[in-house]
Every structure is written in structure tokens, then in C-alpha cells.
């Protein structure tokens, strides 16, 4: 009896109790507010969006890179309702937004989504919030994890879908959290890497402003990784993450005076040489 009850109320209500119809508003204003942003002054590049088609409808955690406070997350929901709709790697036709995927949900720092009353009612579309333990406010600190958020996650995913950001932070090669993988081998979901890139050169840091026209900032969605759940240890996976979602400090490339000398020299010799 009392499943049926919670099954009842699923139809009206997410996970936490928030009302779908209002959910459906906040992405729909969100989502048109937001479009030409991704299809209009910037274009949006995506991939790989073929390995979400025959995901199950529970149970699926998105690791991604991070780039900016609200941009990464938006196209998320862009490509996610999208495909929901049978469109692959395009979101060229936001009719899609009049019935978006509401089972959706995103880890962020309740630091960011208490600012202000823009970041209030985006928390609105999915937010799961989180004190971050390490930093809090600009300024370094050493916090227990909060049980109850990592439990608000796990009940998230019995709902639906989440997104996370494994390194908890919009700068580039941070090291990545455990406690993402402390959820995985929890839960056994799964793990989609995903892999933004040019957010941070179209966008301001909040995500909100253009910062730049005419940038194509690119999203791709990697095959669900293989993982042992039962053997595999918690630092093992988080490494995996790391690799896959191109935050692993083999990816970063930087190069050397002599390659940059090379660069310039090259760059001003003329066209035609004798």
C-alpha cells in the first residue's frame, strides 16, 4: 500500500517533493532564455549523444568537467530533452522544451545557488546541493562530508538521472573529489563521462553573460565506462573518471619556449621564400 502511495505521488512530484509542473515552467523559461546563447551567438558542438538513446530511466550519473556555474549544466539540459525528442547530437528545434526531461537532476555548491534569486529559482529545474568541505566562500576550510547530501544524491538516482562535477570547481586540472566515487560504488550507476570544452571563452564564469561571440563550445558524450564495482577501490575509479573526462594531467599539454619561438618564426616568414 504504501508503495503504491509513493508511486502515486511520483506522477505529481520529483524525488524531493518539488512539483513537476514547476519544474517544467523553470526549464521551459530557462531553456528558451538560453537558446540562442547555444544555437544562435555561439554553436553549440555535441557528440556521442548516440549513448544516451537506449539509456534506462534511473540510475545514470554524468561525470563532466566544469566550466562555468550554470552554462555546462544548461546545455546539459538542452541535449537531454533534445534526444528525449530523437534528435541526435542537435538541439536545432527547442519545441523539445515544451516537454522537457524533469527527472533530471545536478550536483552544485549551496554556496552558488543561494546567492541570489536567478540562482534560487534555477536550483528549481533539479539542483542538489552541497557544502563543499574543502572551500567555502573564497576561503579554504576542512568540513565533514554531510551524510544527508550524499543520501539526497542516492535518492536522485533511484529517481532519475544527475550530473555531477567530480572536482567540484570551475578550474581546470583540479584534482577530482572521492566522493563521487564513493557514490558509484554505492550505487552502481551508469557512468557517462562527458567533456565540455570553450565554455569558459564564450561565457562569463557564472555562465549567464556572453562574454564572447561567434565561439563554438563543444559537449561529448563518451560511452558509459566499464567498471568493477565490487573490485575496483574508490581511488581507482575516481582515476578512471579523471582520465576519461580529460582532467587527468596527462591531457595537459603545455608547451615549451622553444616550441612557442618555433610558432612565431613560422607565423612571420613570408609567404613565398627564396
Partial sequence: MEKEKKKRKRIFRDAFGHWFFLKRIVIFVFGSISYNRFNGFNKLRIKGTENLVNLPDTNVLFVSNHQTYFADVFAMYHVFCAVKHGYIDTIKNPVYLLEPKIDLYYVAAKETMNKGML??????????????????????????????????????????????FPQGTTTPWSPGRKGSAKIIKVKKPIVIPVVIDGFRRAFDKKGLLIKKKGVEPKITFKPPLEIDYDNETSAQILAKIMEAIEQDLKFLKVKSVEELEAEKEEKNRPFFEV
Fill in 119 to 164: 540562482e534560487k529559482l534555477f536550483a528549481l529545474a533539479g539542483a542538489i546541493t552541497v557544502k563543499r568541505t574543502w572551500r567555502d566562500s573564497g576561503k579554504n576550510i576542512n568540513r565533514l562530508v554531510d551524510l544527508s547530501e550524499i543520501e539526497n544524491i542516492l535518492k536522485a538516482l533511484e529517481s532519475g538521472w544527475v550530473i555531477t
